[in-house]
């Protein structure tokens, strides 16, 4: 047998037995809480057209996504990001729904990427969609998802960083930079790249005060008193209008009783370009990743024909499971099976226990005993 068929491909992998059954605990937990707040189940296709995370959409690169070729000729690619597709989903069978819907969904997300760090190409993430409601109750009600829903695992260390898109456009907007400078200057940020930050904005010819400000964007984080220095940091409207957002949003959340596990970074960014307002990454101790992140897209959904606000987040199931098991949470499990030995003679008899038992709760496995030669 060639024994590369017993393998799977680099970046995936099997899952079985009882770490399975504790995959499955963490995903119905995070979906349950969904439920109890009134989202309904969505199911979008595992691949869609290429258009639908094409690089105006402002998601995952194209080099990063698994292409392939339907018989027409036309580019299909395996979900990289769940949020687009909901977002052309709602468009199409929603588009003159004047109420917020919500939705909640989970399944795999596919990224073809060489720079694994550890990382798996198939991801399985459960979230939330909030569409219809631009308000900052709408922003409150997903960032207190995200905590309820991590509490409902099991989790108990954690922290939200919650940071504001505008904050850092207003920025921009004051120092004069033009939508390709901004751009490069997002992706340096987020890699951390302060020295390329820097000549950038010396290449661009940007004032001293202001790329201060953009330099030490990273400075503003904490509780919310950076929410303070940030609003004294700037004179430009919008970044002070994004501010204001944030201390409304900490309000809502101080409703909920859940803002001990909030902190603020205003110099927090995203890849993924749609987002347009607050966004907000959810980190444990013992992963060096976000095990939840999301945030609001209020242009999202024009790009497929509807003008709708919105609002979503997304949990990160196979990194929760891994945050569970290094910090010794216990998960509930099913049931141990019973095992049921037969003959030829006793069968009747020991299939009525099983049956008695499987009624009750116990799962039973019948097995046949072969007679001793």
């Given at each position: 047998m060639n024994q590369i068929l017993l393998h799977t491909p680099e970046g995936v992998r099997d899952i079985y037995g009882r770490e399975y059954a504790r995959k499955l605990f963490v995903e119905e937990s995070l979906r349950s809480k969904l439920i109890s707040y009134g989202y309904e189940d969505i199911q979008t296709p595992t691949f869609e057209y290429f258009d639908v995370f094409s690089k105006e959409i402002g998601t995952t690169p194209s080099k990063d996504l698994y292409k392939f070729f339907d018989k027409e000729g036309n580019t299909l690619v395996l979900r990289p990001d769940f949020t687009p597709s909901i977002a052309r989903c709602a468009a199409k069978y929603f588009c003159d729904e004047e109420t917020p819907v919500r939705f909640c969904y989970r399944g795999s997300t596919f990224v073809n990427t060489s720079n694994l760090q550890g990382k798996l190409k198939e991801v399985t993430q459960t979230g939330g969609e909030l569409i219809g409601d631009g308000s900052v109750e709408a922003d409150g009600e997903m960032v207190n998802l995200v905590i309820e829903s991590l509490l409902h695992t099991g989790l108990r260390d954690f922290q939200v960083s919650i940071g504001e898109v505008e904050y850092f456009k207003g920025l921009c907007e004051e120092a004069g930079l033009d939508e390709d400078t901004e751009l490069r200057l997002r992706e340096f940020i987020s890699a951390k790249n302060y020295y390329g930050a820097e000549n950038l904005l010396q290449e661009a010819g940007v004032l001293?005060?202001?790329?201060?400000?953009?330099?030490?964007?990273?400075?503003?984080?904490?509780?919310?008193?950076?929410?303070?220095?940030?609003?004294?940091?700037?004179?430009?409207?919008?970044?002070?209008?994004?501010?204001?957002?944030?201390?409304?949003?900490?309000?809502?959340?101080?409703?909920?009783?859940?803002?001990?596990?909030?902190?603020?970074?205003?110099?927090?960014?995203?890849?993924?370009?749609?987002?347009?307002?607050?966004?907000?990454?959810?980190?444990?101790?013992?992963?060096?990743?976000?095990?939840?992140?999301?945030?609001?897209?209020?242009?999202?959904?024009?790009?497929?024909?509807?003008?709708?606000?919105?609002?979503?987040?997304?949990?990160?199931?196979?990194?929760?499971?891994?945050?569970?098991?290094?910090?010794?949470?216990?998960?509930?499990?099913?049931?141990?099976?019973?095992?049921?030995?037969?003959?030829?003679?006793?069968?009747?008899?020991?299939?009525?226990?099983?049956?008695?038992?499987r009624s009750g709760g116990t799962p039973v496995e019948m097995r046949r005993k072969e007679p001793q030669r």
């Open positions: 001293e005060r202001y790329r201060d400000k953009l330099l030490h964007i990273t400075d503003l984080f904490g509780n919310r008193e950076t929410l303070r220095k940030a609003g004294m940091n700037t004179d430009n409207k919008r970044a002070r209008s994004a501010v204001a957002r944030l201390e409304a949003l900490y309000d809502v959340l101080c409703l909920y009783g859940n803002e001990k596990y909030v902190s603020f970074d205003l110099g927090m960014l995203s890849k993924y370009r749609y987002y347009t307002g607050i966004i907000f990454k959810a980190y444990t101790y013992g992963i060096g990743d976000a095990i939840a992140k999301g945030g609001r897209y209020d242009s999202l959904l024009s790009h497929f024909g509807k003008e709708a606000p919105a609002v979503g987040f997304v949990a990160v199931v196979d990194d929760i499971l891994e945050a569970l098991a290094r910090q010794k949470v216990s998960v509930p499990l099913p049931a141990e099976k019973k095992l049921l030995t037969y003959t030829g003679e006793d069968y009747a008899e020991v299939l009525k226990e099983a049956q008695a038992l």
